[in-house]
């Protein structure tokens, strides 16, 4: 009598396929998603990340949106490889993440708030648009039926702070130069005091990023990471970090910054493209280099000091132009 064939892990029920995913890192995702259309659904259902949470089993995940003249992309990186200091090489190591139905705007500014991710503004048929979208990271869905802003902006910042967004720039429209969303009433509001607005950023300046890290606002300005000292009402520089504001390649590039298992990751990309070799392929493609930076903070004298330690920098990855 022959012996049964094995049963494979896409032919289990649904119940166990979750409770086993639940358990495992999600860098393993992208692979088992190609065994089959259920287990890629399962993977991006709403329950696994239930789940996961009842578990305590989450895990941080990178989001890297690309921006190019011919098309733009958003892309999840995983944690684990940067852990390692692996350099992922090219695009290949790349999740994609697929479109929404609607037209997608370009050079939108975004937020991220717990599993969703707020996109704002940005140009659609090259005029600025007021829309708001928003992506759920346990779904990778995207949801368009968010209030709109009062105004249409392009290369518009924006930043979480005080359980609302605040969003400034991107317009013409001096009176309405920053609004503010409540999450709780979802409703958009101009700020009555522009000027004030600018000090809750930047003095002086209001083109900035800024990350939250320990209940503490953090900006790259002026090629510099400052801090915001609220007793004092200023932005101060974190202090050693030399090594990094001397670099020429973040000079002149886009810099981003993000929260990263308790560290802070700062990214940016090269001004110039690179003409690159690439697998399976005749000819070199133009290619541009993203890198990274993980700082470890620390508070000094009381709080009245920050020092930054840079624990790695280095190429995170390539993409084609």
Same mark, same amino acid.
């Given at each position: 009598?022959?012996?049964?064939?094995?049963?494979?892990?896409?032919?289990?029920?649904?119940?166990?396929?979750?409770?086993?995913?639940?358990?495992?890192?999600?860098?393993?995702?992208?692979?088992?998603?190609?065994?089959?259309?259920?287990?890629?659904?399962?993977?991006?259902?709403?329950?696994?990340?239930?789940?996961?949470?009842?578990?305590?089993?989450?895990?941080?995940?990178?989001?890297?949106?690309?921006?190019?003249?011919?098309?733009?992309?958003?892309?999840?990186?995983?944690?684990?490889?940067?852990?390692?200091?692996?350099?992922?090489?090219?695009?290949?190591?790349?999740?994609?993440?697929?479109?929404?139905?609607?037209?997608?705007?370009?050079?939108?500014?975004?937020?991220?708030?717990?599993?969703?991710?707020?996109?704002?503004?940005?140009?659609?048929?090259?005029?600025?648009?007021?829309? &708001?979208?928003? +992506? @759920?990271?346990? #779904?990778? !869905? %995207?949801?368009?039926?968010?209030?709109?802003?009062?105004?249409?902006?392009? $290369?518009?910042?924006?930043?979480?702070?005080?359980?609302?967004?605040?969003?400034?720039?991107?317009?013409?429209?001096?009176?309405?130069? &920053?609004?503010? +969303? @409540?999450?709780? #009433?979802? !409703? %958009?509001?101009?700020?009555?005091?522009?000027?004030?607005?600018?000090?809750? $950023?930047?003095?002086?300046?209001?083109?900035?990023?800024?990350?939250?890290?320990?209940?503490?606002?953090?900006?790259?300005?002026?090629?510099?990471?400052?801090?915001?000292?609220?007793?004092?009402?200023?932005?101060?520089?974190?202090?050693?970090?030399?090594?990094?504001?001397?670099?020429?390649?973040?000079?002149?590039?886009?810099?981003?910054?993000?929260?990263?298992?308790?560290?802070?990751?700062?990214?940016?990309?090269?001004?110039?493209?690179?003409?690159?070799?690439?697998?399976?392929?005749?000819?070199?493609?133009?290619?541009?280099?993203?890198?990274?930076?993980?700082?470890?903070?620390?508070?000094?004298?009381?709080?009245?000091?920050?020092?930054?330690?840079?624990?790695?920098?280095?190429?995170?990855?390539?993409?084609?132009?």
């Amino acid at each position: 009598m022959k012996n049964p064939p094995p049963t494979s892990f896409s032919s289990l029920p649904d119940d166990i396929l979750l409770n086993c995913l639940s358990r495992i890192s999600r860098s393993h995702y992208r692979s088992l998603s190609l065994l089959s259309k259920n287990i890629h659904s399962l993977i991006f259902s709403p329950h696994l990340y239930t789940l996961r949470s009842q578990r305590g089993n989450i895990e941080p995940c990178l989001y890297l949106y690309q921006s190019s003249p011919a098309y733009d992309s958003w892309y999840t990186l995983d944690q684990t490889q940067i852990n390692m200091r692996a350099w992922l090489g090219d695009e290949s190591s790349l999740s994609p993440i697929p479109p929404s139905s609607s037209t997608p705007p370009k050079s939108p500014t975004t937020v991220a708030l717990g599993f969703e991710i707020y996109q704002l503004g940005g140009t659609i048929n090259k005029r600025p648009s007021s829309a &708001v979208r928003v +992506f @759920d990271c346990r #779904t990778h !869905t %995207w949801r368009d039926n968010a209030p709109d802003m009062t105004v249409a902006r392009k $290369f518009a910042k924006a930043a979480f702070i005080d359980g609302k967004i605040f969003v400034t720039g991107g317009t013409e429209d001096t009176m309405n130069w &920053v609004e503010i +969303f @409540d999450l709780k #009433t979802q !409703t %958009w509001t101009p700020l009555p005091s522009p000027n004030n607005a600018k000090l809750i $950023f930047m003095d002086e300046s209001y083109t900035l990023e800024v990350a939250i890290q320990e209940d503490v606002k953090f900006s790259f300005d002026l090629h510099k990471l400052m801090w915001y000292y609220s007793e004092k009402i200023i932005w101060k520089r974190v202090m050693g970090l030399e090594e990094l504001y001397i670099n020429p390649l973040i000079r002149y590039s886009t810099v981003r910054l993000g929260n990263y298992c308790g560290t802070l990751i700062i990214l940016w990309d090269e001004p110039r493209s690179h003409e690159f070799p690439m697998p399976m392929r005749s000819r070199c493609v133009s290619c541009k280099r993203i890198w990274y930076a993980v700082i470890r903070l620390e508070k000094r004298l009381s709080g009245f000091e920050i020092l930054g330690k840079i624990e790695r920098s280095k190429v995170l990855c390539r993409v084609t132009l």
